[in-house]
């Protein structure tokens, strides 16, 4: 594929995951939550800049990024010494998640709505540490041979431990970053790692089954952190506010000059750690010629300017207006519109998400057309729907809780881990980074904590966030029940030993 042809691709994925949400605001402009129109101007162009800003972002992940992780995951397996690979693994696990995307706007949000009373850098820095441990862990499985399902049922058995004694605002920070941890930087970045690292094992029955399954583990450490930072600070009491930037008609582009080099500082400290382990790694190991070294290196650049105008464009006006929307539709005496258009949302959010066609066409491939992709991506939209209303719907009902929906919802999840065919267990567990993609983590959360910090009743902390977290639980309940249903068909159809 020639780069033309990369860009032309990329911008198509980006455009179709963007435009749905700024169709959705500007119809609902015009009916239910009527806007100032500086605010509609600042969405319109946040919008505009986001889909420049993920084009530019997901391109330097294609040419610079994953062929990094395909090298290091390569060299690491080569060079076969495990103290090695574990070491690499807490690096590079470390300084991935601090570059996601989803992450930074998730901490700063955090931090936000805190009033700085839990600083965003201390989510970035505990959640980070946490990915990376269970990175080198995920390595260590590999290695040993031990199989993915066991391993992710004792770790769930640990978090609803240790949820015992989080705090109801901790539990719902802490299954949020879970999916905001594992985006659009974080996942190619992994899954070429841990292609390399299935190679570590001399007796592997199939390398495909092994590079599924990381991603899940990596984001189980993003909880157990979180819930660790909770239990040992003891904090339970915090003052929760939202504000709204409702800028004059007169500084629609001001606001974004403004916030240049604020983010700016957050871009490089994010990309430049990274790009300095791929330039000492080249010095002391890759040995890339010149074409392939200049390539990462372009790469590494579009990441650069990418996540800079990314941040700039949803934390001015674009974040805004999801806040405004979640805000005037919970307002409202009729609650119908804002669980309908909650639903919508989450059906549309999924739909557009790149990633999700990627795996629609990975999983028809790998059960030979016996799971359609349209079965996939329909049971997927309507997952991702239910999750987004459901969280709807916990603002509305005083005493429904988080752990009310993700106790029930991972022990299922966990129990047909011993049903389902195994390549379906490492699938459905890393389809949650999937579908918590930028407009999950950006336009949704803040809808949905418009809608928390004015209902009477919701609470801003506890209700406000967890929204993330069941997006990205439904996707394992899902693609195991699919994998359930392809290993039914596969006894009657002969082609059960492929997916086992």
């Not at 994925?13 to 749905?20: D, F, G, N, R």
């Not at 998400?353 to 059960?367: C, K, M, R």
């Not at 939209?381 to 929906?405: D, E, T």
């Not at 699938?427 to 918590?436: E, H, Q």
């Amino acid at each position: 594929m020639t780069f033309l042809n990369i860009i032309s691709t990329t911008f198509k994925e980006v455009l179709y995951s963007v435009l749905p949400i700024t169709i959705i605001v500007l119809l609902l402009n015009f009916t239910l939550t009527p806007m100032s129109s500086a605010m509609v101007w600042k969405f319109v162009i946040g919008s505009v800049l986001i889909i420049i800003a993920l084009t530019i972002f997901l391109l330097g992940v294609e040419i610079g990024v994953t062929p990094f992780g395909n090298i290091t995951g390569k060299s690491l397996a080569q060079r076969n010494k495990l103290w090695i690979v574990l070491i690499a693994g807490l690096i590079l696990g470390f300084f991935i998640s601090i570059a996601e995307p989803g992450l930074l706007v998730l901490a700063n949000q955090v931090n936000l709505v805190t009033s700085g009373e839990i600083p965003g850098f201390v989510i970035l820095i505990v959640v980070s540490i946490g990915m990376a441990v269970m990175i080198a862990f995920g390595f260590l499985r590999v290695f040993y041979n031990v199989p993915l399902y066991k391993v992710l049922a004792l770790i769930y058995l640990l978090i609803f431990g240790l949820a015992i004694f989080t705090s109801r605002e901790f539990l719902a920070i802490a299954f949020d970053a879970s999916g905001a941890t594992t985006g659009i930087l974080a996942v190619p970045f992994i899954l070429a790692l841990a292609v390399g690292i299935s190679k570590l094992k001399k007796d592997s029955k199939a390398a495909e089954e092994d590079s599924f399954g990381l991603v899940a583990l990596a984001s189980s450490g993003a909880i157990i952190s979180v819930m660790i930072l909770d239990i040992l600070t003891n904090t339970n009491e915090f003052t929760a506010a939202l504000e709204i930037t409702i800028s004059d008609q007169d500084a629609i582009f001001t606001p974004f000059i403004a916030a240049v080099p604020t983010y700016l500082v957050e871009s490089i400290i994010s990309i430049l750690p990274l790009f300095v382990i791929f330039l000492f790694l080249q010095k002391i190991s890759f040995k890339l010629k010149k074409k392939d070294f200049r390539q990462i290196l372009t790469g590494f650049g579009f990441t650069f300017v990418g996540l800079l105008i990314f941040l700039i464009a949803v934390n001015t006006g674009f974040m805004d207006v999801g806040t405004s929307v979640g805000t005037s539709l919970a307002s409202m005496d009729n609650k119908l519109y804002f669980i309908i258009i909650s639903f919508i949302l989450g059906v549309v959010i999924i739909l557009a998400e790149p990633a999700v066609n990627v795996l629609t066409h990975q999983i028809e491939d790998i059960t030979s057309g016996y799971v359609k992709r349209k079965a996939v991506l329909i049971s997927l939209s309507v997952g991702v729907g239910l999750a987004v209303c459901l969280s709807a719907i916990r603002i509305l009902v005083p005493n429904l809780q988080l752990w009310h929906y993700l106790l029930p919802g991972y022990v299922l999840g966990i129990g047909m881990m011993f049903f389902v065919p195994k390549l379906f267990v490492g699938i459905a567990f890393d389809a949650g980074g999937v579908a918590t993609g930028p407009m999950t983590a950006t336009f949704v959360l803040a809808f949905i904590q418009g809608a928390a910090d004015t209902f009477e009743g919701a609470d801003l902390m506890a209700d406000g966030f967890g929204m993330i977290a069941m997006v990205a639980m439904f996707p394992i309940l899902t693609l195991q029940i699919l994998g359930m249903i392809f290993s039914i068909k596969s006894k009657t159809k002969g082609v059960e030993r492929q997916s086992e």
